[in-house]
Every structure is written in C-alpha cells, then in structure tokens.
C-alpha cells in the first residue's frame, strides 16, 4: 500500500517537473522571440526636413541610398496620421525622379524616402517626351521642387532592346527610337556587347538631362539657379547609386 502510494508520488512529481521545464522553456522562447520581433520591426523612423534646398536634396538622396546599400534602412512612417497630414497639408517633395520602370530599381526603395518626399515619373528607359516633361515642369514649377534626377541604371531591358534591334510594336518602337541616337554615339567605340549597353545607358541618361534642361520653364529656373538638375546611375548589384558614371 506504502509502496504504491510512494510510486504514484513519484509519476506525479515526474510530470509536475516536466511540465515546469516545459513551461520555462517556452516562456523563454516567448521572450527571446519578443525581444528579437521588437528590434527587427521597429528600426529608426525616417523624418526629413520640411524645407529642403538643392544642396541639401542631394545630400538627402546619398544618405538615404547609404542607408539601402549598408542594409540599414530607417522605416517609413505610412500612419494614418501620416496620410492625413500630407492630406490635408499638401505635399512638399524635394526630388523630382525620371527613372525607369524596371522593377529592381524603384526611387523610394533605392533612395530610402517615404510618402511624399519624391515626385517620381517612370517609364522604360527614362526617356523624355512631352507627357514627361510637362510632369517634370509641374513638380519644379508647381511644387517647388528643387532637384531634377535622371536615374538610368545598368543592364537595362529597354537600352538593350535598342542594340539588338528586333521585332517592336509601333508603341516600344517609340521608346527605343528615343534611346537610339544615344546608341549611334557609342556603337562604333566598343565591340564589346555588355560594354556598348553601359556606355549607351550613360549616354542615355546625359541625353535625357539635356533634352529636360532644354525646356523653357526648366531653364529659366536653372539660369536662377533655384533648381538643379543630374544624371545618376543604379548599380545593379550593390544598389548603389552613383553621380560620376560618365568618367
Ligand atoms: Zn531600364
């Protein structure tokens, strides 16, 4: 009778003792995993100034393509109240973007900025026509933008498209004529497949900066010297971007 009673004590301990590791155990793993969410959903929030100038729009794109290249991104605040404030408020970006529409290379991300901080015009090879220009012209002379950039980017589908010269409907015809005198500078400099797509992508972007500083309205703000306008280019696999490509 003694000897049963002290056997059932026993199987009552053994379980009461391997339900409270059990029990640790997972609070411990609830914790660890808390402390772990915590510090990987909620990094540095992005807040930039209200008023940006030209120096300072660049020194904004650098530091926030810094941010993506380190893998140290800030979260972007896209709060209801956030919503709302540029709502009710207005927006106020500080760079007008041309870049293309090639997915690996969307302005926000590459640039890290948030809801209403870049007024972003895409199309496939970040060509300039009228459509273009007038956003352009809207967001420097409306918005008060003071940063034009032109942001091509290596291994472009559309540059590339241009050099192979295959089969294109009337519509992508249209884009690729526009890369094509861009082409004709460099073809006879290189043999080289890869390398005459780059040095087009180069030429490309110098093209489309100088076909937009050209208008009318672009010029008279740059001759003011209140706006100012680059080229730059994305570089495919380390997400850099970079001003001095030409060299
Ligand atoms: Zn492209």
């Keep these: 009778m003694n000897k049963n009673y002290n056997s059932k004590f026993s199987i ?3 379980l009461l003792l391997s339900l409270f590791i059990l029990l640790s155990l997972n609070i411990t793993y609830i914790a660890l995993n808390k402390s772990y969410k915590i ?7 992005y807040i930039r100034p209200e008023k940006v100038r030209i120096d300072a729009a660049k020194k904004l794109l650098v530091e926030g393509n810094k941010r993506y290249v380190d893998n140290k991104t800030f979260a972007n605040d896209i709060s209801d109240t956030k919503r709302k404030k540029l709502s009710s408020n207005g927006q106020k970006p500080f760079a007008v973007i041309l870049s ?19 007024f972003v015009i895409r199309n496939a ?3 300039v026509d009228p459509i273009v220009l007038g956003s352009i012209e809207y967001g420097v002379e409306h918005l008060d933008v003071p940063l ?15 050099i192979k010269d295959g089969e294109a409907s009337e519509n992508i015809a249209s884009i690729l004529n526009k890369i094509k005198p861009s082409y ?16 087009t992508v180069n030429v490309n972007i110098n093209n489309s900066v100088a076909i937009i500083s050209q208008s009318p309205v672009i010029k008279k703000l740059l001759d003011e010297k209140k706006i100012s306008i680059i080229g730059a280019k994305y570089k495919m696999d380390t997400g850099e971007v970079i001003y001095d490509f030409s060299k």
Excluded at 100 to 118: I, Y
Excluded at 148 to 160: N, P, T, W
């Design 184 to 199: 004709n500078k460099v073809k006879n400099k290189n043999q080289n497949i890869d390398e005459v797509i780059n040095l």
């Design 39 to 45: 510090k990987a959903s909620e990094p540095e929030l």
């Design 100 to 118: 293309c529409s090639d997915s690996r290379v969307p302005p926000e991300l590459v640039f890290n900025q948030g809801l209403g901080d870049l």
């Design 12 to 14: 009552i301990t053994k």
């Design 148 to 162: 034009i950039v032109v942001l091509g980017h290596e291994k472009c589908g559309a540059v590339e498209a241009t």
């Design 125 to 127: 090879g970040n060509v």
